[in-house]
Structures are given as structure tokens and as C-alpha cells.
């Protein structure tokens, strides 16, 4: 068995940019490239079991950030449509980002990280795609709150936790939201509609404890329950410009009946993309160039993506079956 | 005895005036059965709004709304049969098929970031296989009696096919409404006893198919025309 220490995200839950030198491979599944192939990251067996560092920091000591990280693990635990469990082993000395075969959450003082507010690495097995190691770090740089409504001026620890969880768990970046660019540099997220969306909401707010569609999808995909392929359906297609492939557009499909959105992007040079975990019916599909966060953030830095098209939606509705995808959809897209 | 009873042991008696009233000799030459082909229109029903919105930064405010849309089936041409058994000189059970191909359309609206306004559709097949008692006014029979209203209600199961048959809905249409049978010729001892027309116009109600969100109800108009055959 080869194995290899991969850091693959870093700063995920950032206000503004990754840290440089980090390799993102993330879509709507983390993948790791195994000779010419592609593998999703995942855990072999359930329940993930971890630890969490028995020191606090101001704000939030040992026990607090356990039961704010438990309630995260707990969130994810209760999608109905997906199979992941945890099991808290206990408190250790130990740090994150250690090679010690634990899986450890805890606070870490990195203050060059200016703008990261936590981070995920694994220790994957690199011939299969396993998970076989996985630590979450907190920045302790940042004040956090575990108070059930926020605090004002204090990122709140369970957000942030699921958020980092959904990466440990397997999960890439989502790119369901909006942000604008703040004067001094970086991005200010205006509104997002994922939890694993890379750009985390302001200090005080608790709104990301809440898991969105676009995360269940993604969780459901990666770690599907006996009936989620049965109830839901998926939608494929390629994105094209000029008759040629677009790589990294974002394509989301907005369930009319709720209004609830799932997305992914195009992948590969022909422009192809899959968007699973939908309920069946009709679809509106919404092409747009990832624009709302770094593209680090969301692919390799070598990744040729194209942002120059004009935000379009598919020209028809996009049935989706129940246990099937429907495929066939080429959605082109025109120069800026 | 309450409003809503006297109303309806008013509207009995009306119906039983206007049907009870027609001739015997004219009740024992009806021809007992009915075929009846034609086309059918049915109007276009809302299936409500919806938007795409994304919860926004700060706390306690609105919803960010990425765009918008509306939803609705809209109106379209088919085809029906109905096969009629008339019990008596005034009442018949009608059983009947009907085919049409309405489209669902989403318009939308509103992108944030400039997209433009577009209305999306996919086409729907729809089958209607229905029963209904139909109730023929014989007493407001006109143009010595080839000219004869009716009315009917009665409920169906429907099934609706979205493009490529890729999802089926299912659900029951609920209708009620009225027409008028226009006979060619007094019935005749023939194996085709009678040739005619019939128009109606009824209000349909959908319990199920193809609905986004909501209870699943929706109603709408249909008017159909078409070519009596009697046996």
C-alpha cells in the first residue's frame, strides 16, 4: 500500500483566498488523480472515528468545541438520504495535521493564515482514493463562539465545523453563492446556499449550521442510503462554446417546484458535467463562469478554466427521472 | 333544512323536470349507443412561482434571489373519444380517452447577473381515461329535437408523460360541464341509426400529475367538438 501525505485544501472556509501553494482538486466530490484516472476521496468504513484536542482557546475551551464539532458530525449524520456516522474517541494532546493515524480536531495558532479560518488535510491511500487519516484544524488566530445564537464579532465553531467536515467526509467546494470584492482585498460573501461553499459567513453569524440541497446532494452521492439512487436522479450534458468543450462552468439546476438548487461543473476537456441527488421532474439549468471565489478554490491551479461566457440558462426544461439521469443536454454558451 | 340542501333539492328537480319530460314514443326510438371522435382544447393552468434565492450574510434579513420563475401548462389541442350508453331516454354513462400534448413552460425572470429573460418548456403527454354520467335536457330539446343540450360530470384517471418518457405523473381529473348534441337526421333503422355533432365545454379539476409543489390541484377549462355516431 502506498501512502502518501496529501494536503489537498486548505483555507476552506476562508474570507478570501487559499493559501499559496495549496492544490485544490475539488468539484462536487474531492478527487485525487491515480495515474490517468480520477478517484473520488472516501472513507472505506463507518463510523469515522476521531478526537478532539483537549485544549481550548479563548471563548471556547475543550468540552465546548467537542460538543459544537459532535453537533456538526451529528448534522451530517441525520441526512436521511446519505450513510455517514462518527464516533468521538476523546481528547488528546496531540495537534492536527499530524501523521499519527488519529483522526484530530482542534485549535491551531497560525497567524500567517490571515484569512483562513479552518482547514482539512487527509492521509489518503493513493492507489484507491481511501481515506485513511483526516484532520480538521481551527484557526486560532480568529475569536470563535459556541453560543447557540452567535456572537457578535466571533465566527461561530459548529458553521465552521460542518463545513470542514463536509471536506473530511469527501466533499469539495460549491459554488452556490454570491460575493463581492472588498476594498481592501479579498471577498465578502453576499448571500450562499452551501455550507461547502469556500467562502465563510461574517463573525456572528450561525446561518451555515445548516446543511442546504446542494450539500445533500453531494453527501448523498458520495455516501448514498439503500433508497437515495431509487428516489432521485441525476442530469448530464456538456457545456460548449464554439462547438468546443467548456472546462469549470458552473451549471446548476434549480428545481422550479422549490426552488432549490444543485450544482456542479464541467469537467474535462469535452465540457461534460453530471449533477446528481436531484428529485425527479423538471429542471431550470443556469450555465455561469465561476466568478465568486478564487478557482483555486475550486480546481487544480493547472486547470485551463474558462470564465469568458455570458451567464445563460439551458433553453428547455431538463426532466429528470426518478433512478435515472437524463443526458443528451448540450448547453452552449457565448463568448463575453 | 339549510340553504345549501334547498338549493340542491331545487337544482333535482329542475334536472328532473327538464329530462323527465321527454315524449315516451320519442324515449323508445333513441338509439342506445353513442360513439363520439373529436377534438378537444384544453386551457392553460398555472403551477405557481418559484425562486432560486440563497440565504444572505447578514442575519435576520431577506432572502438573496439569484432569479425567478413561473410555471404553468399551457393550453393545447387533442383528441377524444367517448363511447355513451344511454340507459334511458335521458340518462347515459359515457366512458371516453383523450390525448393532448400540452407543454409546461418556466418563464424566468429577474437574473442577478444578467441573464436574459427566457421562457424554457418541455412537452407533456397527456391521457385522460374517464366515466362520467351524462344527462340529456330533453325538455329544452329545440329544432325538433336534433338540437339537444346536456350535462355531465364525472372523474378519470390521468396519467402525464413528460418528453422522452423519461418520469410519468399520475393523478385523477375531476370534470363537470355541459353541451349540446346537434342530430343530422332523425334516427333511422339502420345499423348507423343517427349522425350528429356534440360540443361541451367543461371545468376540469387535476388531483396529482404534473404539479410543482403545492397540493397537486389545479383546474382548468377544456371545450371539445366532435362527430356523433349512433347505433
Do not use: C
Not at chain 1, 450534458?237 to 469549470?248: A, E, H, I, Y
Amino acid at each position: 500500500m502506498t501512502r502518501s501525505r496529501t494536503l489537498l485544501l486548505v483555507a476552506l472556509t476562508v474570507v478570501v483566498a487559499l493559501a499559496a501553494g495549496d492544490r485544490a482538486d475539488g468539484y462536487l466530490k474531492l478527487g485525487v488523480r491515480i495515474g490517468s484516472r480520477s478517484v473520488s476521496l472516501q472513507w472505506p468504513r463507518f463510523p469515522v472515528r476521531y478526537f478532539v484536542t483537549d485544549r481550548g482557546v479563548a471563548g471556547v475551551n475543550a468540552s465546548q468545541l467537542q460538543s459544537a464539532v459532535a453537533r456538526a458530525f451529528d448534522t451530517w449524520r441525520r441526512v436521511s438520504s446519505a450513510e455517514v456516522s462518527s464516533s468521538f474517541v476523546g481528547y488528546t494532546p496531540a495537534s492536527p495535521f499530524e501523521d499519527d493515524n488519529m483522526n484530530v480536531l482542534g485549535f491551531l495558532d497560525r497567524p500567517e493564515l490571515e484569512r483562513v479560518l479552518g482547514a482539512t488535510t487527509f492521509l489518503i491511500d493513493t492507489t484507491d482514493g481511501e481515506i485513511l487519516e483526516s484532520d480538521i484544524f481551527f484557526n486560532s488566530a480568529f475569536p470563535w463562539s459556541v453560543a447557540s445564537g452567535g456572537e457578535a464579532n466571533r465566527f461561530d465553531v459548529e458553521s465552521i465545523a460542518l463545513h470542514e467536515i463536509g471536506h473530511l467526509y469527501g466533499l469539495g467546494h460549491s459554488a452556490i453563492g454570491e460575493t463581492e470584492l472588498r476594498p481592501t482585498g479579498g471577498r465578502r460573501v453576499i448571500a450562499s446556499e452551501a455550507v461547502m461553499f469556500p467562502i465563510a459567513f461574517s463573525a456572528g453569524n450561525i446561518a451555515g449550521r445548516t446543511l442546504k440541497a446542494d450539500d445533500i446532494a453531494g453527501i448523498s452521492d458520495l455516501y448514498p442510503s439503500n433508497t437515495f439512487s431509487r428516489r432521485t436522479g441525476s442530469v448530464s450534458g456538456r457545456v460548449t462554446k464554439n462547438g468546443k468543450g467548456v472546462f469549470g462552468a458552473h451549471v446548476v439546476a434549480m428545481n422550479p417546484a422549490t426552488g432549490t438548487m444543485v450544482s456542479n461543473f464541467s469537467l474535462g476537456d469535452d465540457g461534460a458535467f453530471v449533477i446528481a441527488g436531484l428529485d425527479p421532474g423538471p429542471h431550470v439549468l443556469r450555465v455561469e463562469p465561476v466568478d465568486d471565489a478564487d478557482l483555486e478554490s475550486f480546481f487544480e491551479k493547472t486547470a485551463n478554466v474558462d470564465i469568458d461566457f455570458k451567464v445563460m440558462f439551458f433553453d428547455r426544461l431538463a426532466v429528470v427521472p426518478r433512478g435515472g439521469s437524463t443526458s443528451q443536454i448540450e448547453i452552449a454558451v457565448k463568448p463575453k | 333544512m339549510d340553504n345549501v340542501t334547498s338549493l340542491r333539492v331545487a337544482t333535482s328537480a329542475l334536472l328532473l323536470a327538464l329530462v323527465g319530460a321527454a315524449p315516451a314514443a320519442a324515449q323508445t326510438r333513441e338509439p342506445k349507443t353513442q360513439l363520439s371522435l373529436g377534438g378537444i382544447w384544453s386551457g392553460g393552468s398555472g403551477l405557481g412561482s418559484a425562486a432560486a434565492t440563497e440565504t444572505r450574510n447578514q442575519t435576520g434579513g431577506d432572502r438573496y434571489t439569484l432569479f425567478k420563475t413561473r410555471s404553468e401548462i399551457e393550453a393545447a389541442g387533442g383528441l377524444e373519444a367517448r363511447l355513451t350508453y344511454w340507459f334511458t331516454g335521458a340518462i347515459g354513462l359515457e366512458a371516453g380517452a383523450s390525448w393532448s400534448v400540452p407543454r409546461l413552460a418556466t418563464r424566468i425572470t429577474g437574473d442577478t447577473e444578467d441573464a436574459p429573460d427566457s421562457t424554457v418548456r418541455v412537452d407533456v403527454a397527456q391521457y385522460v381515461i374517464d366515466g362520467r354520467v351524462v344527462v340529456r335536457l330533453n325538455r329544452l330539446a329545440m329544432a325538433q329535437r336534433r338540437v339537444v343540450p346536456f350535462l355531465f360530470g364525472g372523474a378519470g384517471y390521468l396519467r402525464q408523460l413528460y418528453e422522452g418518457n423519461v418520469l410519468v405523473a399520475t393523478g385523477t381529473a375531476y370534470h363537470a360541464g355541459g353541451g349540446v348534441f346537434v342530430w343530422f337526421q332523425p334516427p333511422r333503422d339502420r345499423w348507423l341509426k343517427r349522425t350528429g355533432a356534440r360540443a361541451d365545454v367543461r371545468w376540469t379539476a387535476h388531483d396529482g400529475g404534473v404539479s410543482l409543489g403545492g397540493n397537486g390541484r389545479r383546474s382548468l377549462g377544456v371545450v371539445s367538438a366532435g362527430v356523433v355516431l349512433q347505433f
